[in-house]
């Protein structure tokens, strides 16, 4: 907070928010741990880009940390000094690499442990002084990563490899790609020296053992998401947007709701104003696809169009609710994605800053 924003919540206690993201932490380390096990042999990491998927490094991290989880995977430097507030730097692992020399310096003075992507990255660690690094070679997702040919270069040879990765492309669906994969990336592992293995993300721990090899990296089911069907039975719902009806309703049949008026009650209804909008990641999608909030079990249906803040919803099924009272977002993300016409990774994503205030 600046100085203008602290004087002001220094005057005056900020009023609650009336809306929030419940973390369930339990679940979090729950998945964990299943992962983990699922990962046989190999032990899990925990991928916690982008703010732990959007579910914030503050509540996620530190539960990961007590579930077990010892390897953390970031994209950006600049998400290293959030997580490191909970992991020492040395266990944080920056996908990106060191893309500039102001990179390379980061790394030297915090610690965090670069991945070297090419073979100019590979160089520019070298020169700097070299020391642990982790090593992507690309098996072809042609994202980032050296390619395979490139694994007898000199430079490469005089990496401290701690972790040689690769990432799978289609680990969520029975491609045969998986399997050209993996059998390609067995073959860098005979050929490149280095500490641990890894190759696994969510969806590739369900492939098997075989995917598995030292060291697997979850992200997505950490955080609840089912990205393969054998991990359905597995996996716990961690995130749950909630929000308060900040006012009731009644309209009368004719009444329309929304921009562009595309709800018209076709008799008297009772309605709620829902404070949570495509702003906080309630995407419009979820309007065309069907979507419903939350009372205890009642379905309350999305009508007309979602706002920046707000949203209304038919309260037939919830006679009893007042103004003031919690209403959730259905968010187990399977199920979800297919409400909102997103995938699961987006849902997690888009969520806003202000379900996060608090
Ligand atoms: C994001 C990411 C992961 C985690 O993937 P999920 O599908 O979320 O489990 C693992 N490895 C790399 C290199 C990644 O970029």
């Known amino acids: 907070m600046d100085r203008r924003a602290i004087f002001l919540t220094s005057m005056a206690k900020l009023p609650p928010a009336s809306l929030r993201l ?62 490191a507030c909970h992991v020492p730097a040395g266990r944080i692992s920056v ?8 990179d390379v310096a980061f790394a030297r003075q915090t610690g965090a442990v670069p991945t070297i992507n090419s073979l100019s990255q590979a160089q520019r660690w070298l020169e700097a002084g070299g020391g642990p690094c982790d090593l992507m070679v690309d098996t072809g997702i042609n994202r980032l990563g050296i390619s395979p040919s490139e694994a007898g270069d000199p430079a490469i040879g005089q990496l401290e490899i701690r972790l040689l990765m690769s990432h799978l492309a289609c680990a969520d ?18 050929q490149i020296p280095h500490r641990h293995a890894s190759l696994a993300n969510s969806a590739g721990i369900a492939l098997g053992a075989d995917y598995c090899f030292d060291v697997t990296r979850p992200g997505l089911s950490l955080f609840g998401g089912v990205p393969r069907h054998e991990l359905a039975n597995e996996i716990r719902q961690v995130a749950r947007p909630e929000a308060a009806i900040v006012q009731l309703r009644q309209l009368a049949a004719g009444d329309q709701v929304g921009y562009n008026a595309t709800f018209t009650a076709s008799g008297p209804m009772r309605v709620g104003v829902v404070s949570l909008g495509y702003a906080d990641g309630l995407l419009c999608s979820w309007a065309r696809h069907g979507g419903y909030l939350l009372a205890g079990e009642a379905r309350l249906p999305i009508l007309g169009k979602v706002s920046m803040d707000m949203v209304v919803v038919d309260l037939a099924e919830a006679p009893q609710i007042r103004e003031g009272d919690w209403v959730a977002v259905p968010y187990a993300l399977c199920h979800a994605a297919q409400h909102s016409g997103l995938s699961q990774y987006e849902m997690l994503t888009v969520l806003g800053q202000r379900l996060k205030s608090d």
């Open 95 to 102: 996908l990106h690499g060191p893309m500039n020399d102001l």
């Open 173 to 190: 669906e029975d491609s045969e790609m998986n399997l050209r994969q993996q059998r390609a990336f067995r073959e860098i592992v005979a």
């Open 22 to 83: 419940a973390i369930d932490r339990d679940a979090l380390v729950h998945n964990w741990r299943a992962l983990d096990r699922l990962s046989g042999p190999a032990s899990a990491g925990a991928a916690v880009k982008a703010d732990c998927y959007g579910l914030g490094v503050k509540s996620c991290v530190p539960a990961l940390l007590e579930a077990g989880a010892r390897h953390f995977f970031v994209a950006h430097w600049r998400e290293v000094p959030a997580v």
